[in-house]
């Protein structure tokens, strides 16, 4: 190997070629799809078990990929040594014949200036597969919340995870007449430094905070126990329901400079409460 001065535009110029020449590939391999693919995404959906992917060498790796990929997109799927499907660049080869489905994955020549290195083939291998796997997503109806089911416990899981997963529900409601000392007591109960007003039909009509306390006890000073909870909260309260994005709740508070919202069913009755305290503890942001 001959070292020599590096000229930056040369250095760019060969970094463009390559990714020039897999774009290229890319294309080709696009428009080269035909009821191959499609009896491919056909195979996988009709299948009841796993999806195995196999590879050997660089193709191995590409096949731990793609498994992980369909895997996170809801087709149950795993990696195993070869050598028993095919994803090939050679259509006539034992292996195609063998295979009951047989995905075109030539190129014209590898971007490795020697026409030896994998680059071109590996790049769309990678993408074939990655047609594939949004193809049986997308056939399948795959949403925002079935991606958060198949990342618990990951960066993506959090950020898609629901405001249900994250809400408290032992929650003390106050009637809209309960007296001062029942609003401080269910207000002291636990520690979330907000709860609930109630009308009589058990409707979420306002909210007192601690702050909301102590405004009442500087304002009426020795008249405030002969203050109503309606005399204290606040009307109309955020609220989110209980099937959204824990990120939309997120950016509710933000924007409503508040940190906790009440959280809603379908019938629009109050069933939890959640925090920021608690989102942040979570990792959500």
């Known amino acids: 190997m001959k070292g020599a001065p590096l000229d930056p535009n040369t250095v760019i110029a060969w970094g463009r070629d390559v990714l020039e020449a897999e774009a290229q590939s890319l294309n080709a391999s696009a428009k080269a799809l035909d009821q191959s693919f499609v009896e491919a995404v056909k195979v996988i959906l009709a299948s009841r078990g796993k999806l195995v992917v196999t590879g050997l060498g660089k193709s191995g790796h590409i096949g731990k990929k793609l498994a992980a ?4 997109t809801g087709t ?3 990696f195993l040594h070869p050598s028993e499907a095919a994803l090939t660049g050679r259509t006539d080869s034992s292996l195609a014949q063998l295979s009951q489905v047989v995905l075109d994955g030539r190129v014209e020549r590898e971007a490795c200036p020697l026409n030896l290195a994998p680059t071109t083939s590996t790049s769309v291998a990678m993408g074939i597969g990655d047609a594939l796997a949004v193809a049986i997503m997308r056939a399948k109806g795959f949403e925002k919340h079935d991606f958060a089911a198949f990342h618990p416990d990951g960066s993506l899981g959090r950020q898609l995870s629901l405001v249900s997963q994250h809400m408290k529900t032992d929650l003390l409601a106050i009637a809209a007449g309960d007296d001062f000392h029942r609003v401080l007591e269910v207000i002291t109960a636990h520690n979330y430094g907000i709860a609930g007003v109630l009308d009589e039909k058990k409707q979420l009509i306002g909210a007192i905070t601690d702050g909301d306390l102590r405004r009442a006890l500087k304002n009426a000073r ?8 309606k005399d204290i909260m606040t009307g109309n309260p955020k609220t989110i329901s209980a099937d959204r994005l824990a990120l939309d709740a997120v950016k509710m508070m933000e924007q409503a400079r508040i940190t906790s919202l009440f959280v809603k069913n379908d019938l629009g009755e109050v069933v939890g409460l959640i925090r920021m305290h608690d989102l942040l503890a ?3 942001v």
């Open 69 to 72: 990929t369909f895997a996170s």
């Open 76 to 78: 149950a799927s795993s």
């Open 222 to 229: 020795e008249k405030v126990f002969s203050l109503h909870a």
């Open 282 to 284: 979570a990792k959500v």
